[in-house]
């Protein structure tokens, strides 16, 4: 099983920074995409960016040139850096890990969200 503990959520005015983190703990053959996704009230949850374990990263429109994915694969940690927030960015971020379990499955495995708000 793999646990996901994800911080750095708060509250921002727009313009402002926030960095998210989120920690990866367990047993797996290796880590595979790391992303966030976000999901705001009554809309439906969408990818935000991902990044490969060879450093391949993807973003959705609406985030590129403000937010930035990196990973420390020696800590097993994903990281979201979002600058220039807009109100529009305000949701639940949520981390997800792709992995490849011992028995050679792949899983994927969410962390518990994290709540973002972006005051105008």
């Known amino acids: 099983q793999v646990q996901l503990v994800e911080s750095g959520g708060g509250v921002v005015q727009a313009g402002g920074s926030l960095r998210l983190s989120c920690a990866a703990a367990?047993?797996?053959?290796?880590?595979?995409?790391m992303g966030w996704y976000r999901q705001a009230p009554g809309k439906q949850r969408e990818l935000v960016a991902n990044i490969t374990n060879g450093g391949s990263t993807n973003y959705v429109d609406s985030v590129k040139a403000r937010f930035t994915i990196s990973r420390d694969n020696a800590k097993n940690t994903v990281y979201l850096q979002m600058n220039s927030l807009k109100p529009e960015d305000t949701a639940v971020y949520y981390c997800?890990?792709?992995?490849?379990?011992?028995?050679?499955?792949?899983?994927?495995?969410w962390g518990q969200g994290t709540q973002v708000t972006v005051s105008s």
């Open positions: 367990g047993s797996w053959y290796s880590i595979d995409a």
């Open positions: 997800n890990v792709a992995v490849t379990r011992l028995s050679f499955r792949r899983s994927n495995f």
